[in-house]
């Protein structure tokens, strides 16, 4: 099965989607007034996971998404935050071009990816992605132009 919502105008909310937890791919793209995504907190794994271009989407969170093949949040211009608290392994990884993205939570859950890209997300702490990638090992020169300037605990 497949979850994807695409290109919707005038949607809101996706918080019908209910007690999915495994599927082979969610696609959430291209929605512009879309502010929240919801419904998908049952959700435990996805063969791929793609949240890009919602212009009004300010926070995506997935509190049971253990496992999950690529990974990709990229261009939610009012995105401020993203919430994996259980998230243990990625395929690949990729947080970028989220103008407004200040936290990826503290993903300590997360001990394998084969592929890390979290770059410019301006208000995003490149301290924590420094941090994340000495941990992980995984960006290999793909994890930068986000917040220099922020100071980490």
Known sequence: TSVVVAGNAVLVSATGIGRL???SNVTIVNNPVLVAIGGLTDLEETQNLTISGNA???SVSFPSLARVGPLTITGNDLLETVSLP??????SFTVAGN???ETLGTLDALMSVGMLIIAGN?????????????????????C???DMTAVCN
Do not use: E, I, W, Y
């Open 21 to 23: 937890q495994v599927t």
């Open 56 to 58: 009004g989407l300010r």
């Open 86 to 91: 259980v998230l243990g392994s990625a395929d």
């Open 99 to 101: 103008q407004s993205l």
């Open 122 to 142: 301006p208000k995003l702490p490149q301290c924590f992605v420094d941090a994340l990638d000495l941990r992980l090992m995984a960006c290999a020169m793909t």
């Open 144 to 146: 930068g132009g986000n």
